[in-house]
């Protein structure tokens, strides 16, 4: 009898530690914690209770390595089918429920891993539903053969826009002369005929040997209580059962001495660039200096690069970039010239300055010390910067995510004898290849003959159904509604808004960020539209030049200035005006906000650097403009445009913005500044923990008296009917062409349908998968691989428009037009459901309230409602709008704005015709 009670216990313990075995806490550094399932699954949690939303990153340890023998592209395949539905969600609702609980949804396949991110709310149920869809990714997944086809349609399309960009044709170009067609020398993204062959046994044979608890890791970070996250996890996914994991391929070590080829060459685009890159095996000791290299050569105006090239204008641009992976070291040294500029003499200054350089001094080391220490402080205070950064480390440094703390620690500690040690040994002629990147031949740049394109015909689409009952939406959008409503009566019981005696607005809102900054934004309007003629560059290079230097303070002390505070500012030219944007450290915020304004008051718009940046921007000029999306662009510019050369709303065109950039002086640019540049009509906004009395007292002492008398008045616009016209224009030679479709409408912001518009735009076009244009011209049709859409609505003057661009495969340019005005018609033939209306309304006000969470979104608000004399109750009035918008309203919209039978559209590709002769196209104008 008692050893029949000794068996009983002994099974009841075994019962127990195989169903409950405990989750093991592996590591725990810098508020982070990694565990380890009873199955394998590792968990690397980074809360951050300062956040507003949560970041998740379910990371599969394979990638295309692991592709078999003449099967490249099978991961990143797989990885695309992974949004087809599991055992228990059904085809598209996967995606129709990744695309309602998150924020921001995305996946990508690189050689070593394949990870699936999802930004969320920091909402349990958000959260748990995410979860679970990710659970059922790993152990349920279904691969369907019917998706196969349309999906390797889309991965091509993808290839042709990535191998169509110069930089991804040479690496491919080096990967294979290293590997040849194998290892790194097979591209993740795959090529057509080895995707074609691939089926379905192997697919689900490498799901199997791979998608595994136990090879996998899930990243979180952002705002999340940690308890509750780990046992979410535990039910969701500890009760996936390990699995054998077959061995992952390793990247054989090269010796590049043994290349054949050690001097590359590709043409395609418009820039030129002469670049050298540095190749080496792995070598964890060096990785860390490697990767300050770039701020070390390129940073303005201390880097090396930057002197010996751009300052002495033998190059027009340099760049250094690292590439520092688990298989290799490999470093971008690189210059951008014009044809006016001599490849010899760069060629010779860029091994000049890389390998036989001048030993980096103490105070440029700090310098960079101190800017990584910025860099890196500002990455652990966003969830979404830490998520991907860790993330990254999991994958690259053998699952040692902390290696991250390490690599920031070591430069810390770096010395400036070990720093020009390693790099005169890592940057020698025999690591070194050769590379030259130059715009697309002539002959590529005639017009092609296609032959004439088969249309198919258009099925009948239904409205995609959204996953619930509109009550359910509607439940979740009042939700919304309140948390909105609290969160504005809230920020503007903290805002303190005024005005000065000269006129210049302020609004103070003294908060905590996320990040632990203070920002301020200026806007300056001045000027009129017939004052400011034909002064758009001189507009352009006084923002730039405004904060290169002042009387007291050299463009390098501001850059110091800038790194010692954990800040930057930055002026750019907006219409009739210029915006100033100022952000530094809480504690350094007040100090930091003074200097600034002490350069803005005194520039002195030094000559050499008046010299540099116009020489500089008259080479960017000099250029062919014949890339696809380049010529779209151009030419509908030039079939919309309503104003004459030399007003400022005036379109870009290269001819004349050279003339006016060579006529441009000095002296023109310092009169501009002291005519027009005053606070008269400025508003300011200030956000982060300060002082809001003091700060106020700033601004009245430094701005409230700085005014002048020129007259000002907005630039505005009226609304313009195009001739509905359909043009096929030549490009240059691509494996993409580019389609941009427009149709235009008296409506702006203010105006009673805006709101109704808003909304028919996120159900059109919100989307890449699952809106009306998502499922039209990429998941049913496989015409293209991204597309944008989008209802622009002006501030004040009543004129939109609706826009829409897709980059397509080159010979597919009617069947693109066919399928977008198919897709208008529908929607003038049967409006949108019930269920549409009510996602798209939950969706837009979960992604309102969402940002009315971020401090640093409110304060990108308050300069425009200071201009247009709003508040945040304004912004409640519009989320009531879209509350309140029933699908009667979406169809009176869509039957007095969408006319596809109006469509303005510009296609360009090599099978186009030579588009010298566009006219505009405007027929009428109210």
Same mark, same amino acid.
Request: charged residues 25%.
């Given at each position: ?38 199955? *394998? ?31 490249? *592209? ?10 087809? *539905? ?312 053998? *699952? ?527």
């Amino acid at each position: 009898m008692q050893l029949r009670k000794l068996s009983l216990v002994i099974c009841l313990m075994t019962f127990s530690a195989a169903s409950w075995a405990e989750t093991v806490l592996v590591k725990s550094q810098h508020q982070i914690e990694e565990y380890k399932l009873d199955n *394998g699954l590792r968990v690397i949690l980074a809360p951050n209770d300062k956040e507003n939303k949560v970041y998740l990153n379910t990371v599969y340890l394979t990638g295309s390595l692991n592709d078999p023998k003449s099967k490249g *592209g099978l991961a990143h395949l797989l990885e695309h089918l992974a949004f087809k *539905g599991t055992v228990d969600v059904k085809g598209e609702e996967f995606q129709r429920r990744l695309d309602q609980y998150t924020l921001f949804t995305n996946a990508s396949t690189d050689y070593h891993s394949t990870k699936y991110i999802n930004v969320v709310r920091p909402d349990q149920n958000a959260i748990d539903q995410v979860l679970y869809l990710e659970a059922q990714r790993m152990d349920k997944l279904v691969l369907q053969e019917k998706f196969v086809p349309s999906e390797i349609a889309i991965v091509m399309r993808e290839r042709e826009v990535r191998m169509d960009q110069p930089f991804s044709v040479l690496m491919d170009q080096v990967w294979k002369n290293l590997y040849g067609n194998q290892s790194l020398g097979r591209l993740p993204i795959g090529d057509l005929d080895e995707l074609k062959s691939i089926n379905m046994a192997e697919l689900n044979q490498f799901y199997r040997d791979y998608y595994a608890p136990n090879n996998a890791i899930i990243v979180v970070s952002g705002k999340f209580d940690k308890a509750t996250m780990l046992k979410k996890i535990e039910e969701k996914f500890g009760i996936i059962a390990a699995r054998k994991i077959a061995e992952s391929a390793k990247v054989p070590a090269f010796d590049i001495n043994k290349m054949k080829q050690r001097d590359f060459t590709v043409q395609k685009g418009s820039d030129q660039i002469k670049l050298n890159m540095y190749v080496g095996n792995k070598d964890p000791n060096i990785q860390s200096i490697l990767a300050i290299s770039p701020a070390l050569m390129g940073l303005v105006p201390s880097g090396h690069l930057y002197k010996d090239l751009v300052e002495t204008g033998i190059a027009n641009d340099s760049q250094v970039i690292t590439w520092l992976d688990q298989d290799f070291n490999l470093v971008f040294v690189a210059a951008v010239y014009s044809p006016q500029q001599d490849v010899k003499k760069i060629d010779q200054s860029l091994i000049k300055t890389v390998e036989q350089a001048k030993p980096f001094t103490q105070s440029e080391l700090d310098r960079v010390k101190n800017l990584v220490k910025n860099q890196g402080d500002a990455i652990q205070k966003d969830a979404s910067a830490l998520g991907a950064r860790l993330a990254d480390y999991v994958v690259s440094a053998d *699952g040692q995510w902390d290696q991250f703390f390490v690599d920031l620690k070591r430069i810390e500690k770096l010395s400036l004898s070990e720093l020009n040690q390693q790099l005169t040994h890592y940057f020698v002629p025999e690591k070194r290849l050769s590379a030259h990147i130059l715009p697309t031949p002539e002959d590529q740049k005639k017009a092609q003959q296609q032959q004439a394109e088969t249309l198919k015909a258009l099925d009948e689409q239904a409205a995609p159904e959204p996953l619930k009952d509109a009550v359910e939406y509607r439940t979740e959008a009042a939700e919304y509604l309140k948390k909105s409503q609290q969160y504005l009566q809230q920020s503007e019981q903290k805002i303190q808004r005024g005005q000065f005696a000269n006129g210049l607005q302020y609004a103070l809102f003294p908060t905590k960020t996320i990040d632990g900054k203070s920002y301020a934004k200026i806007t300056i309007q001045f000027g009129t539209a017939e004052a400011l003629f034909n002064k758009g560059p001189l507009l352009d290079l006084t923002a730039y030049l405004l904060l290169r230097a002042s009387e007291r303070y050299s463009l390098q002390d501001i850059a110091d200035k800038s790194i010692a505070a954990g800040g930057s500012a930055s002026a750019e030219a907006i219409d009739n005006g210029i915006a100033i944007n100022i952000v530094a450290n809480h504690e350094q915020f007040a100090d930091y906000f003074q200097y600034i304004v002490e350069v803005l008051k005194n520039p002195s718009f030094e000559q050499s650097q008046f010299d540099l940046i116009k020489q500089q921007s008259l080479l960017s000029l000099d250029r062919p403009y014949t890339e696809p999306e380049v010529v779209a662009a151009l030419t509908m510019s030039r079939l919309t445009e309503t104003y004459q050369p030399g007003d400022l709303r005036y379109h870009f065109e290269p001819d004349l913005q050279k003339k006016q950039l060579d006529a441009a002086t000095r002296e023109q640019v310092q009169q501009l500044y002291r005519q027009f540049f005053a606070m008269n009509h400025a508003q300011i906004a200030m956000t982060g923990d300060f002082d809001p009395k003091a700060m106020q007292k700033v601004l009245k002492k430094q701005l409230a008296t700085w005014s002048n008398k020129e007259k000002y008045q907005p630039l505005s616009s009226s609304y313009t009917r195009f001739q509905p016209q359909k043009h096929h224009v030549l490009a240059e030679q691509r494996e993409f062409g580019n389609y941009q479709a427009l149709l235009t409408m008296p409506v702006s912001q203010e105006h009673p349908d805006a709101p109704a518009l808003m909304v028919l735009s996120y159900i059109l076009g919100d989307s890449q998968l699952s809106s009306r244009l998502g499922l039209a011209l990429r998941e049913h049709r496989a015409l293209v691989y991204g597309f944008a859409s989008h209802i622009s609505l002006d501030d004040q003057d009543e004129i939109g428009a609706l826009f829409i661009e897709a980059n397509y495969s080159a010979g597919k340019a009617n069947e693109v037009s066919q399928v977008v005005h198919k897709a208008l018609a529908d929607l003038v033939k049967s409006g949108v459901t019930e269920q549409e209306l009510a996602a798209a309304k939950a969706n837009i006000l979960k992604k309102r309230v969402t940002r009315l969470e971020d401090d640093r979104a409110i304060h990108a608000m308050l300069n425009h409602q200071l201009r247009y004399n709003k508040k945040m109750a304004d912004r409640a009035v519009r989320d009531q709008a879209f509350a309140r918008l029933t699908t009667a309203d979406l169809h009176n919209v869509i039957r007095k704005y969408i006319k596809p039978e109006q469509l303005l559209e510009v296609m360009a590709d090599q099978y186009g015709q030579d588009n010298q002769d566009i006219q505009p196209a405007a027929i009428q104008s109210k």
